[in-house]
């Protein structure tokens, strides 16, 4: 069973910072791609970051300037630090993962998603 567990969500105020975790656990080989996506009421999930293997990272333009992503590759783990933060940045933020796995057959890469964690913005 896999299991990625997100951490650091909350309420700040405009201009706050906060700084979200996500751990991957469990029974994979490795980690491949890891990102940040989030969903506001009423409106579809979309990437905010994405980062993979080598380091190469990608943002949405809402977050370039402002949040960066990284990752802790020892602890199969990937942060998402935010300045500067607004109230349209409100959202549930979920962490994603795309996973090395195997069976007695063969290998495949499976993406696996967090339960998410709220970020409240006031203005």
């Known amino acids: 069973q896999v299991q990625l567990v997100e951490s650091g969500g909350g309420s700040v105020r405009a201009g706050g910072y906060l700084r979200l975790s996500c751990v991957a656990s469990?029974?994979?080989?490795?980690?491949?791609?890891m990102g940040w996506y989030r969903q506001s009421p009423g409106k579809q999930r979309e990437m905010v970051a994405e980062i993979v293997t080598h380091g190469h990272s990608t943002y949405s333009e809402a977050a370039k300037g402002r949040f960066t992503i990284s990752r802790d590759y020892t602890r199969n783990a990937v942060f998402l630090e935010m300045s500067n933060l607004q109230p349209s940045d409100t959202a549930t933020y979920h962490c994603?993962?795309?996973?090395?796995?195997?069976?007695?057959?063969?290998?495949?890469?499976?993406?696996?998603w967090g339960l998410g964690i709220q970020v409240t913005v006031a203005s």
């Open positions: 994603s993962a795309d996973l090395r796995q195997s069976t007695p057959e063969y290998f495949y890469t499976q993406e696996w």
């Open positions: 469990g029974n994979f080989i490795s980690v491949a791609k």
